[in-house]
């Protein structure tokens, strides 16, 4: 199954998928869709200029099913709440992670997906991953755990869009050098 599983960065050809799956009722509910995040995908896209985030779209055997957000979180600039998990060996990604595609929802593929991600990860010095799912959302706590993120804190979000929920803090590690001898390798550059 895992073959079947390649990313792709966000281009023009799956930006109009990316924005239904986005603005879809059962996403919402967990996902900043403010106007800062439509800018900076646009942006992304549209302008190709990059602020925080890359994007990569999940397809299962050429069809666009998933997306997984990366932002590096550096000693110069990362999100608060992450300082003390920053990775002191290598880079520290932080993700953000969704099935768009309705198909591809409740078939037991959201684990392998993202471990597939962060095994292939292509920036071979990135050796921590952290991700952060609402305390109410217990189907990606799940899932982040299926691969192999470790919950280690929570915290409550003190402005944003996520202002006031409960989150937990969960990290996963990598050996740096594995992402090399991996195929396919997920790009780093657009
Ligand atoms: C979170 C998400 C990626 C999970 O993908 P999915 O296709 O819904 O879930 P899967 O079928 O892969 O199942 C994942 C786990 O949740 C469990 N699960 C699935 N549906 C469930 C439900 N309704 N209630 C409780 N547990 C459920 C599964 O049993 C599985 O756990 P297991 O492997 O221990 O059996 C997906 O629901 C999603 O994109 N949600 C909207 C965006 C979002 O919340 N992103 C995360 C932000 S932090």
Known sequence: MEEKI????????YYKTLKEWWHSERVKQFWDN??????????YVLKGQKSYYDYYIGLYDGVPYALVMTSEQTADDYYEYYKEYLSKTGKT?????????EDFVGKHLSSLTLRTFVEQYSDEEADRFIIDPEYDNEIAFKCYKGAGFEDVDSYVVKDGFFKGKKLHLMIRGREKQQAIDEKPFIPTER
């Open 34 to 43: 403010s106007e800062e995040m439509e800018q900076d995908v646009d942006n």
């Open 6 to 13: 390649t990313f792709k960065k966000l281009d023009k050809e």
């Open 93 to 101: 990604f932080a993700i953000d992670f969704m099935i768009g595609n």
